[in-house]
């Protein structure tokens, strides 16, 4: 889909505010105003890739390189901090937990965290929940 790209001016006291929000859910302030127009306007996909916790470095270009492992469907937050998103391929098809199990090399959680585009912080699964024909994981970033 193409994007296209909306700027606005805001008072520096509401300016603050978003900073503040955004740094404190992990996210940029790009990115919490891109979830918060999809939240209110419609559903995105956010991109995602799965790496040892290990070795995991936000900033390691992993993003620019690959194609995303995984694409995540916002479906609600938990906490300020803690969200859930229903898992998808990297086609868009809903995941299922024996589609999960197949690709146990690359599944979330395990000791893997979870690079989410836009995002500078890696996240860890929190929970997943099976829903049959979908399913859907917690995540949190890591601090």
Do not use: N
């Amino acid at each position: 889909m193409p994007e296209k790209l909306i700027q606005t001016r805001v008072p520096q006291d509401i300016a603050k505010r978003i900073a503040d929000a955004a740094k404190h859910e992990g996210d940029t302030v790009a990115g919490w105003m891109r979830r918060l127009l999809f939240r209110q306007f419609g559903v995105a996909f956010v991109e995602a890739w799965t790496r040892p916790a290990a070795s995991v470095a936000p900033d390691d270009g992993v993003t620019a390189r690959c194609q995303p492992q995984f694409l995540l469907r916002p479906v609600r937050d938990i906490s300020a901090s803690d969200r859930v998103f229903a898992l998808h391929d990297h086609a868009g098809a809903p995941m299922t937990a024996d589609m999960l199990r197949a690709r146990a090399s690359s599944l979330p959680g395990s000791g893997r965290w979870i690079i989410l585009r836009g995002s500078p912080l890696p996240w860890e699964v929190a929970a997943q929940y099976s829903l049959g024909v979908s399913t859907e994981i917690a995540l949190r970033p890591v601090r």
